[in-house]
């Protein structure tokens, strides 16, 4: 039973052969700390994997450690070292997961039978010595839970009923002060349900998905626009009202028209007060000004016709 180390298989819970700390070294005889863990494998030569999203620093083999490969492993700011491996299958410089297998236990270097020997440190000790190094015991370590990106943003509409996520590490729980399922993607959410609990407002944004805020955090982490009771009492009446929904969706269009030719007049507006813009490049508007040109020729000859007709040319 390892409390971390079965996080270094699959399918497989090694035994602890020899844990971290002072001991007796097994082959020199000296006092000497054991600046890693001893994970037994029964003897076989099984993959021991990436722990998650890292990199592998060095691979070699020396005389004590056999077969090794240092992986960092960003999230976590630590790097591993992995020791007397049977034969190692990455390369130096290549990127890491939780399904790369590093390579097989042995037992090449000082070792007395099949084991890994995992070695944990912080990252930035990776240019220092040995022996300053602070080497920590993996299975002591509170290995952070590996929280995924969850949640679709939506488009934004006029941000009644919704809200906005503006931060990229908000926790998303499956019920309100429930379990943490991940993070929420940056954007717009719809909110399917609200819930007030202490100092935090709630929203459900998908059927198992909730988030939390604190007006503490106002304009940290959520924006939501404020709706009026009226406006929340019709919004519910129409949910249930399927006709009623078309008439809203509708009148939305014909608002969003509106809206439009509002913006229209604006610019229009706009264009008169400012300068004519002249193009650059006249090329393009030649036929159009072609057709004009004949327009106003044939306006003048016609004008022509008429003073002529009255006498006066
Ligand atoms: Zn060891």
């Not at 006092?31 to 021991?48: M, S």
């Not at 009644?160 to 717009?188: C, H, M, S, W």
């Not at 007030?196 to 955090?217: C, Q």
């Not at 507006?269 to 813009?277: A, H, M, S």
Request: without cysteine; glycine residues 8%; negative net charge.
């Amino acid at each position: 039973m390892s409390k971390n180390g079965y996080r270094l298989f699959k399918n497989y819970d090694p035994y602890i052969t020899s844990p971290f700390g002072y001991r007796i070294h097994p082959i020199t005889g000296k006092k000497t700390l054991h600046a890693g863990v001893d994970y037994g494998t029964n003897g076989k030569k099984i993959p021991t994997y990436g722990l998650e999203n890292g990199k592998v620093i060095q691979t070699g083999t020396t005389s004590a450690n056999g077969n090794f490969v240092y992986v960092n492993y960003p999230r976590l700011k630590k790097s591993a070292i992995y020791e007397h491996l049977d034969s190692i299958k990455v390369r130096s410089g290549e990127e890491v997961n939780e399904d790369t297998i590093i390579g097989y236990t042995g037992e090449t270097g000082d070792a007395t039978g099949v084991h890994l020997h995992f070695g944990w440190y912080p990252e930035d000790e990776q240019n220092v010595g040995w022996y300053q190094r602070n080497w920590e015991d993996f299975e002591e370590y509170a290995y952070p839970p590996f929280l995924k990106k969850i949640g679709t943003p939506v488009l934004k509409t006029d941000m009644k009923n919704q809200i906005e996520v503006i931060i990229d590490n908000l926790y998303a729980r499956d019920n309100p002060n429930g379990t943490i399922l991940g993070y929420i993607n940056k954007g717009f959410y719809d909110i399917l349900a609200k819930k007030v609990l202490a100092n935090y407002t709630w929203y459900k944004i998908a059927s198992n998905i909730w988030i939390a805020y604190s007006p503490d955090f106002a304009n940290l982490y959520l924006k939501e626009e404020k709706e009026t009771d009226t406006d929340k009492e019709n919004s519910q009446k129409e949910e249930n009202n399927p006709k009623k929904q078309e008439e809203k969706e509708d009148e939305i269009k014909n608002e969003e028209v509106l809206d439009e030719n509002k913006d229209k007049e604006m610019n229009d507006e706009k264009t008169l007060k400012e300068e004519p813009i002249i193009p650059e490049d006249n090329s393009s508007n030649l036929p159009k000004e072609n057709l004009f040109n004949s327009f106003l020729k044939r306006f003048i000859e016609f004008v022509k016709k008429i003073l002529k007709f009255l006498g006066i040319l």
